[in-house]
Nanobody
Framework: QLQLVESGGGLVQPGGSLRLSCAAS????????IGWFRQAPGKEREGVSC????????IYAESVKGRFTISRDDAKNTVYLQMNSLKPEDTAIYYC?????????????????????WGQGTQVTVSS
């Protein structure tokens, strides 16, 4: 069974840092692009970042560019989202998602893909 499990969320003060993990199982990890999304109460789901299935092509939302970094460790079947300089408006449930394909070329030319599989989410709260 294909499964994505997020972890690493929690409470952090403004200006602090947090690293989220997305652990994948049940599929050939390096055949899939991985994305991070977030959703705050009363707001629509927002795409945060994505990374291609190979060769490390990345895209970031303007709201997080320069503060967040997405990376993947295929040996561990895990994608990370390093979040620095956190702001209260970053508070949300963060989800990872997988899309088959999502090559360097398709992401470079078409942007982040549409996702087929989703994790359960992890809560990030930024507050003093």
């Amino acid at each position: 069974q294909l499964q994505l499990v997020e972890s690493g969320g929690g409470l952090v003060q403004p200006g602090g840092s947090l690293r989220l993990s997305c652990a994948a199982s049940g599929f050939t990890f390096d055949d899939y692009a991985i994305g991070w999304f977030r959703q705050a109460p009363g707001k629509e789901r927002e795409g945060v970042s994505c990374i291609s299935s190979s060769l490390g092509r990345t895209i970031y939302a303007e709201s997080v560019k320069g503060r967040f970094t997405i990376s993947r460790d295929d040996a561990k079947n895990t994608v990370y989202l390093q979040m620095n300089s956190l702001k209260p408006e970053d508070t949300a449930i963060y989800y990872c998602a997988a899309a088959k394909g999502g090559t360097w070329w398709t992401i470079a030319t078409m942007g982040c893909p549409k996702y087929e599989y989703w994790g359960q989410g992890t809560q990030v709260t930024v507050s003093s």
